[in-house]
């Protein structure tokens, strides 16, 4: 039976929410091993002068431990 562990990650983009998940789970899988879901946490926007200039994302990654 598989044993998991769960790592929060916080990932950021100029271009939307999308793109910052997309940045993340990248970042996870070239440093994680068995990626397997994630779970958005929160989102959020930073604002300057009234427009949007960054999306944030927090998520839960679940990755599988190696025997």
């Not at 929410?17 to 946490?41: M, P, Y």
């Not at 839960?60 to 025997?67: E, G, R, S």
Request: charged share 25%; hydrophobic share 40%; no cysteine.
């Amino acid at each position: 039976m598989p044993i998991a562990r769960v790592t929060e990650i916080s990932a950021t983009s100029s271009q939307s929410f999308e793109d910052a998940i997309k940045q993340g789970l990248d970042r996870a899988n070239a440093t994680l091993r068995n990626v397997r879901s994630a779970w958005i946490k929160e989102q959020q926007v930073r604002l300057e002068g009234g427009a949007v200039t960054e999306y944030q994302v927090n998520m839960l990654v679940t990755f599988i431990l190696d025997d």
